[in-house]
C-alpha cells in the first residue's frame, strides 16, 4: 500500500476545526499551544468568530496547524505519507509532512504569505468562478479572447471538467458568460477576497520570493508534487522559487493526482476540514481509494479502512 497525503487549502476553513483532536491528543495539543504568532491561534480556530477566520492572513496559519495536528496524530498511529501534495495552501503542509520545513517556520511562512497576498489585491476589483462541464482547451481559448478586456486566467485546474478562472471582475464576468455559451453546465461566483493565482498576485510573490531569502528548508524526506508544475522538484528548480511562483501561478491539481497515481498511490488522506479534494480524487483517479481526517470520528474511521485495505 502506497499512501498519498493531500492537504486542504483555503475555503475550506470552519469554526471548530481540529477542536475534537486537540481535545484528545497530546501532540494535536502541543500544535495549537506552542503556535507563536501575533494572534491567539487557538481562539480563532476553535471559537472564531468565522468573519475573522475567513481573513486570508488568519485562515492561512489556522489550516496550517489543523494539517499540522492531524499529521502528528496520524502519525503517532504509524500512518505516515509515502508522497505528499497540497492544494494552494495546502502546499506548504505537504512540505510540513515531508520535513521540509518545521512547524513554526510552515506557521511564520503562512501568515506572511496571507498577508502578502491581502496587500497585493487591495484596490483591485477582482473575481474568481468555478467552471463546472468544460474542456481545458475551450475555456483556455475563452480566456485568451477576453484578455483583450482585463486579466482574467485559469487559477486551477482542480479535476476533469472542473476549473477556477479568476481576475478583474468584469473580465471574469465575460468569460463566464462566454463559457456558458461554449457549453458550460454552471458557473458559480466563489467567496473568495482576491484572484488568488492569477498574474495579479505577481506583487506578493516577488514579497515571497525575498523572504525565502532568509528561511532554511531542509532535505525533503518524501517526494512533494508542487502545485506550479505537477511534479516533483526537479534539478534546475529550488523550493523557494516554486513557492514564489505558485502564488501567482494556476495550481494543476488534477495533474498533481494523476502525478501520484502514476507513482503508484493506491490510498489518498485528505486532510483538513471538508471534503472537497476527495471529490477530485474520485473524478479524477477512479482507482484510488479516498479516505479524510479532520477530526477524531474521521481519524476513526480512516485507522480501520487502512487495516481493513
Given at each position: ?201 505577481e506583487p506578493a ?19 512533494v508534487v508542487f ?5 516533483f522538484l526537479r ?75
Amino acid at each position: 500500500m502506497k499512501i498519498g497525503f493531500l492537504y486542504a487549502g483555503q475555503g475550506s476553513q470552519v469554526v471548530g476545526m481540529g477542536k475534537s483532536l486537540y481535545d484528545n491528543f497530546q501532540s494535536a495539543r502541543e500544535v495549537f499551544d506552542g503556535a507563536k504568532l501575533d494572534f491567539d491561534l487557538r481562539s480563532v480556530c476553535f471559537d472564531g468568530p468565522a468573519e475573522k477566520l475567513n481573513q486570508t492572513s488568519y485562515t492561512q496559519p489556522c489550516m496550517v496547524a489543523v494539517a499540522a495536528a492531524a499529521t502528528n496524530v496520524l502519525a503517532e498511529y504509524g500512518v505516515k505519507p509515502d508522497i505528499a501534495a497540497g492544494l494552494s495552501l495546502g502546499e506548504y503542509s505537504a512540505l510540513y509532512a515531508s520535513g521540509v520545513l518545521g512547524f513554526q517556520e510552515v506557521l511564520k511562512a503562512v501568515r506572511f504569505r496571507g498577508l502578502a497576498m491581502e496587500e497585493a489585491v487591495k484596490g483591485i476589483k477582482g473575481k474568481m468562478a468555478a467552471v463546472i462541464g468544460l474542456a481545458r482547451e475551450e475555456l483556455v481559448e475563452i480566456c485568451a479572447r477576453v484578455s483583450e478586456n482585463g486579466v482574467v486566467e485559469i487559477a486551477n485546474y482542480n479535476c476533469p471538467g472542473q476549473m477556477v478562472i479568476g481576475g478583474e471582475a468584469d473580465a471574469v464576468d465575460m468569460a463566464a458568460q462566454l463559457a456558458l455559451e461554449k457549453g458550460a453546465k454552471r458557473v458559480l461566483l466563489l467567496n473568495v477576497s482576491g484572484p488568488f493565482h492569477t498574474s495579479l498576485l505577481e506583487p506578493a510573490s516577488k514579497k515571497l520570493a525575498r523572504y525565502f531569502e532568509d528561511v532554511e528548508f531542509n532535505t525533503s524526506e518524501i517526494p512533494v508534487v508542487f502545485n506550479a508544475t505537477a511534479d516533483f522538484l526537479r534539478e534546475n528548480q529550488t523550493i523557494p522559487q516554486l513557492l514564489a511562483r505558485q502564488v501567482m501561478s494556476p495550481v494543476y491539481f488534477e495533474d498533481s493526482l494523476r502525478k501520484m497515481e502514476r507513482e503508484g498511490v493506491d490510498v489518498m488522506i485528505e486532510i483538513g476540514p471538508g471534503r472537497v479534494l476527495s471529490g477530485f480524487v474520485r473524478k479524477t483517479c477512479k482507482a484510488v481509494k479516498v479516505l479524510a481526517v479532520e477530526d477524531l470520528e474521521s481519524l476513526e474511521s480512516a485507522l480501520k479502512a487502512l487495516k481493513d485495505f
